[in-house]
């Protein structure tokens, strides 16, 4: 079965940090792009940041300079690794892989764009 799996969702204390993993089961995540997304109560899904299977990445204004997108194509997993985080950053985090990402564009933060995979997603909570 070809799926993603998300982790590392946790309540956290504003100013803290934290690492979601994205794994895949029965495909390999080096040949796919992979966003990460997040939708908070009541509001849209929003892109976070994306990175292509060839080159490049891009982060949400929002998130630039607080999250940083990384990829180990030995344990098939990309990572989030959030820091700074502020209860804003609350939200339902999923991962989404596509085939056709090669460059990771600020179009790569669309959930509109050509998504294969979609995570199930992981509760961030900042909150003290």
């Known amino acids: 079965q070809l799926k993603l799996m998300e982790s590392g969702g946790a309540l956290v204390q504003p100013g803290g940090s934290l690492r979601l993993s994205c794994a895949a089961s029965g495909f390999t995540l080096e040949s796919y792009g992979i966003g990460w997304f997040r939708q908070a109560p009541g509001k849209e899904r929003e892109g976070v940041s994306c990175?292509?299977?060839?080159?490049?990445?891009t982060n949400a204004d929002s998130v630039t300079g607080r999250f940083t997108i990384s990829r180990d194509n030995a344990k098939n997993t990309v990572y989030l690794q959030m820091s700074s985080l502020k209860p804003e950053d609350t939200a339902v985090y999923y991962c989404a892989a596509s085939s056709t990402l090669y460059y990771g564009g600020s179009y790569c933060l669309r959930p509109q764009w050509s998504w294969d995979y979609w995570g199930q997603g992981t509760q961030v909570t900042v909150s003290s």
């Open positions: 990175i292509g299977k060839s080159a490049g990445s």
